[in-house]
C-alpha cells in the first residue's frame, strides 16, 4: 500500500520552515501598524496561526525548545494582545 502523504511531507517541511522565518517580520509589521484597526487585527491573527510551524521544525528535525523560545513568544503575545490597552 502506498502513502498518499509521502510527497507531500517535503513540501510541508519547507513549508513551515519558511513560516518559521516570517514569524518576526510579520509581528514587526504588526507592531508598526498597530494603530490601524484593520491591519492590525488580521495581522495579529496571521502570525498567531504561523506559531504552530515552530513546533512542526521542531518535531520534524528532533529539536527541544528551550527557555527562550517560550520567552520569545510570551513576549510576543504580551505585546500583540497589549497594544488594545492603549
Same mark, same amino acid.
Given at each position: 500500500?502506498?502513502? @498518499?502523504?509521502?510527497?507531500? /511531507?517535503?513540501? /510541508?517541511?519547507?513549508?513551515?520552515?519558511?513560516?518559521?522565518?516570517w514569524?518576526?517580520?510579520?509581528?514587526?509589521?504588526?507592531?508598526?501598524?498597530?494603530?490601524?484597526?484593520?491591519?492590525?487585527?488580521t495581522?495579529?491573527i496571521?502570525?498567531?496561526?504561523?506559531?504552530?510551524?515552530?513546533?512542526?521544525?521542531? @518535531?520534524?528535525?528532533?529539536?527541544?525548545?528551550?527557555?527562550?523560545?517560550?520567552?520569545?513568544?510570551?513576549?510576543?503575545?504580551?505585546?500583540?494582545?497589549?497594544?488594545?490597552?492603549?
Amino acid at each position: 500500500m502506498q502513502n @498518499h502523504f509521502q510527497g507531500l /511531507l517535503p513540501d /510541508l517541511e519547507w513549508t513551515s520552515l519558511a513560516l518559521s522565518g516570517w514569524i518576526n517580520p510579520i509581528f514587526l509589521a504588526a507592531m508598526v501598524c498597530s494603530k490601524r484597526p484593520l491591519i492590525f487585527p488580521t495581522l495579529r491573527i496571521v502570525l498567531i496561526a504561523m506559531l504552530p510551524s515552530c513546533w512542526f521544525v521542531f @518535531h520534524t528535525e528532533d529539536f527541544y525548545p528551550r527557555e527562550g523560545y517560550f520567552l520569545w513568544v510570551a513576549g510576543m503575545l504580551l505585546a500583540l494582545f497589549s497594544a488594545d490597552k492603549q
